[in-house]
């Protein structure tokens, strides 16, 4: 299984942008993570249908920047099944993204703290 936070691709970040970025960086990803919560408790129907196609599609790109490696799995997945017209077992869907986002939220948060 795919790691909630890999601590590598967060070294390889600090290397790349400098570490004392990294702490202001991640806290822009909490807040995303956050604001994607709030929002999928609040939509119902295809609303709700389109904006998880959406957050997925950019939580490839920064759940992978950030190293999120099991939320990113999750957010391709998604995209390779809303890329195909496939059935999204939407409120599964839904469910599985709210708990996968509250615990990478909580990984990532402890990681600041820490850090």
Known sequence: ?????????IDQLANEIGPENIPVLLGIFLGELTA????????EGEELATYLASI?????S????????????????????????QDLELEKSV???LELIGFTYDTYQSFVQVS
Do not use: P, W
């Open 1 to 9: 299984m795919s790691e909630v936070l890999n601590k590598t691709k």
């Open 62 to 85: 920064s759940a992978a920047s950030f190293g999120a490696d099991r939320l990113c799995q999750f957010a391709l997945d998604i995209d390779f099944r809303v890329k195909l017209n």
């Open 95 to 97: 469910d599985f993204m």
């Open 56 to 60: 997925c599609h950019e939580l490839k």
């Open 36 to 43: 994607y919560k709030e929002r999928l408790i609040q939509l």
